[in-house]
Structure formats: structure tokens, C-alpha cells
């Protein structure tokens, strides 16, 4: 399970201070975000949008809100991309991009466990393939990592819809959950794919984290060299120089899904070989508290 021994790598103290400034920065990051449902009224001005209750609405003409009551405790959903290319090692990095998935669901498995709070995971690819009940405590953090390391794919052409994930999680999970999405592929030019994050948006709360990766700077390889989509089985000759700026180009899409998502109101953490992911976590957690201060 090389996944999960490469935690050892990153496993940090839970009686340090790097851990009570990881741990605290979480809890930050949510505060407000554990909420259940309570009782709908009447739009006034400077409530949020995201809580329109649009069934009410259409069916009286008048404009009603959700209202919620906070919860001590949060859910936190960790929902996996099983497809082809998560296992894949592009371009020999140390990890792949299913051992980040494993790693960063162990960091923040970490916190929520120290928050007391509820666990789950489910893996999808185009299609449900694995689903735990919310829990809290060590035991389910280390059942949520071996169920997503046992259940990796390493076959070629299986795919992954992210609209059909999301509409699946939107029917499946009932309390409001903060809901951690793990994938690689976040098509936004795909009106589907959006309106389907849109929507579990509304009652949960989505963050989506990109697997990436970069070519090594000391990556050799032949002046022309045969790229292949493992999930599709399309393949391209591409020329070495015209992969000079490959990593520009992964920084540039980035961006882009970073500033489409966010119009969407969800957050987007990319993740890469390349990171520090605790670090990374930490960076995303305080960025998340000033957003809800």
C-alpha cells in the first residue's frame, strides 16, 4: 500500500504545535459550515443568496430563505475520482496522483478527528463503486484509506463523470456535509459538470481538489515522444519542444477553473507531486476562515 506508507512521510505530531495551528486552522475554515435545516422565511436583503428556497419560491411567488441551526459537530465527505488516469504516473514523480488523494484525506482525516467530527468517503469513476457510513475516530480514518487505496483502478478506459458524481451526492448525502472532491478532471467548459456542482453547492458545501502533474525539470525523453488518454484511448505524437510549455499551460487552466468555480462560490485546491500538502492545507484553511470572518 504505497499510498498509505508514504503517510509516514508526512505524519505529523498531534501534540505539536504545527498540529495545533493545522488542526485549529481547520476548524476555522468551517466554522458556520455545520448547519441543519430549521425553517424557511421570507427574502430580506443581505441574506444569502445560496439559501433561496426555490421550490417555495416558485410555488408562492414570494421569495423564501433556509434558515439553519449550527451543529457542534460537522460532516465531511471525502468523494473520490476512481477513473484510469488517478492511478496514472505521467512523468515518474514520486507519487501518484491517488497516493495525494490518500495523503491529503489522511491530513485532513487528522483534524476532523481531533474536531470530533463525522467521516465518510465514496469512490466513483463513471459509476458508484464504494461508499462508507459517516463516522467519527481513527478507525474509520484508516478504513477510509484502505478502502480508497483497495479499491484503485488500474485498468486503462474507465472514465469518470463528475455531473453524474454530483447528482449522486446531492441524492445521497442527507445532513449538510462539507463535501471534498478529489479529481483530476474539471471539465468547465461542460454546462452539465456546473450545473450539477451548482446544485450540490446549494445544500452542501463543495471544494474540489485538483490532482496535477507537473513534468519534472529533469524529465528526458526523445525529441518526439506518443501521448495516449488513458481514460479515452486517443493518442497524439507531440513534438519535444512543443512541451516546453506544458507546465505554463497547467498553471494557466488552473486558474481558469479556479475563477469559474469561484463564481460558483466553491473553492478549488490544487495538489500536485510538487506540493507540500500540509503547507497547502493549512494555506487553503486560512483562506477560508477570512472568507467566512
Not at 481547520?26 to 433561496?52: Q, W
Not at 426555490?54 to 421569495?63: D, L, P
Not at 488500474?154 to 456535509?177: G, P, V
Not at 460558483?264 to 490544487?270: K, M, V
Request: aromatic letters at 12%.
Amino acid at each position: 500500500m504505497k499510498g498509505v506508507e508514504n503517510i509516514k512521510k508526512i505524519k505529523i505530531n498531534p501534540r505539536s504545535k504545527i498540529f495545533n495551528l493545522f488542526a485549529g486552522n481547520y476548524r476555522s475554515a468551517f466554522k458556520g459550515i455545520g448547519l441543519e435545516f430549521e425553517n424557511i422565511r421570507p427574502y430580506v436583503p443581505g441574506d444569502n443568496v445560496r439559501y433561496i428556497d426555490w421550490n417555495s419560491t416558485a410555488k408562492s411567488g414570494t421569495v423564501y430563505v433556509k434558515e439553519f441551526t449550527e451543529t457542534r459537530e460537522l460532516n465531511i465527505h471525502f468523494a473520490i475520482d476512481n477513473s484510469s488516469s488517478m492511478s496514472l504516473n505521467e512523468w515518474d514523480n514520486k507519487l501518484s496522483k491517488i497516493d495525494l488523494v490518500i495523503n491529503t484525506v489522511y491530513l485532513i482525516g487528522l483534524a476532523a478527528n481531533y474536531n470530533y467530527d463525522r467521516i465518510s468517503t465514496s469512490i466513483f469513476s463513471n459509476a458508484l463503486e464504494a461508499i462508507t457510513e459517516s463516522k467519527r475516530g481513527d478507525s474509520q480514518l484508516i478504513a477510509i484509506l484502505k478502502k480508497i487505496r483497495n479499491t484503485q483502478k488500474y485498468s486503462y478506459y474507465q472514465e469518470f463523470d463528475l455531473s453524474q458524481y454530483a447528482k449522486f451526492l446531492s441524492e445521497k448525502l442527507n445532513s449538510r456535509t462539507i463535501c471534498i472532491i478529489f479529481t483530476d478532471n474539471v471539465d468547465i467548459t461542460d454546462k452539465k459538470v456546473l450545473k450539477s456542482l451548482r446544485a450540490l453547492n446549494i445544500r452542501h458545501e463543495v471544494i474540489i481538489v485538483g490532482l496535477t502533474e507537473y513534468i519534472p525539470a529533469n524529465f528526458e525523453f526523445n525529441n518526439t515522444i506518443y501521448l495516449e488518454d488513458i481514460e479515452s484511448g486517443l493518442t497524439e505524437e507531440v513534438d519535444k519542444n512543443s512541451l516546453k510549455d506544458y507546465n505554463e499551460q497547467i498553471k494557466t487552466n488552473i486558474a481558469q477553473i479556479r475563477l469559474e468555480l469561484g463564481k460558483n462560490n466553491i473553492d478549488y485546491l490544487p495538489i500536485s507531486s510538487e506540493s507540500n500538502i500540509l503547507k497547502e492545507l493549512i494555506k487553503f484553511f486560512k483562506y477560508r476562515s477570512a472568507k467566512y470572518d
